[in-house]
């Protein structure tokens, strides 16, 4: 039987993060919520090297303009370009789900890998601030920090923070309690290697999956949650053109309109480009959907 060099050659193995990453760009749904995501974000970095309008401008005698030619979202209360402040909206609105996702996984991703991996009184702790965390509204729990702390941008993402970190450290401690007592973990710590580089180097990368699925789920909630924040004044303060803030004050103008339905419209695009991606993610990760 002739063997030729092509099978004799060993195949390559197909690794799970490619198989996610390919079944990720089959997703039609994933990657309309990828296309939403990078044209507000290339809208939002190239805008102020774009001929628009200041969007702290004020134009008094142009002020409550209905959308036009020259005003294509109409222009607000204190004659500002809607347009451009919706635009430059997305500068503050998209960093905000990265920044609230990132340091709510960074915090709880320690916590609760840290607590699941060395058990006892530790353990028990920190679960049990989780459970009083948890058991508050979200929201409810991040408007009462956010007042306590004063109106302003940081300080919403701080209560954000706050209040998200304890699902993240749940999951992962779950995660860690099922794969702590694995072959390879029981191998490395035969060998002598420390609490730490187990847990970084043979615990972390096998249990961190769900909780990618879970960020890229969760980055349209903060965003609206800041949004929703900053509408009842406690997160962005004027005249920063956020678009929560501006749904707020366009909400005494009833018959304009446009005032609230053009930022509503920012955050309906952005909240569902997020959630497409992450159904998305969550499908790529599941092994009967790849």
Known sequence: MTVTVAEALPKTVDSPIRRSLRSLRRNPMAMLGLVIIVFWAVAAIIAPFTPMRDPLSQTINDRLQSPSAQYWFGTDELGRDVFSRVIYGARISLPIGFVVILFAVMMGVLVGASAGYIGGTYDLLIMR??????????????????????????????????????????????????????????????????RGRILMTHILPNTFAPVLVKASLDAGSAILNIAAL?????????????????????????????????????????????????????????????
Do not use: C, H
């Open 129 to 194: 601030l989780a459970d009083i965390t948890l058991a508050f509204p979200s929201i409810v729990l991040a408007l009462a920090i956010a007042a306590v702390l004063g109106p302003s941008i940081t300080n919403a993402l701080i209560a954000m923070v706050l209040v998200w970190w304890p699902e993240y450290a749940r999951l992962m401690r779950s995660q860690v309690l099922s794969v702590k007592n694995n072959e390879y973990v029981t191998a490395a710590v035969a060998l002598g290697a420390s």
């Open 230 to 290: 900053s509408f009842i004044g406690l997160g962005a303060v004027p005249p920063t053109p956020e678009w929560g803030a501006m749904i707020s004050t366009g909400r005494y103008q009833f018959y304009s309109w446009w005032l609230t339905t053009f930022p509503g419209l920012a955050i309906l695009m952005v909240v569902l480009g997020y959630n497409f991606l992450g159904e998305g993610v969550r499908d790529s990760f599941d092994p009967r959907m790849t």
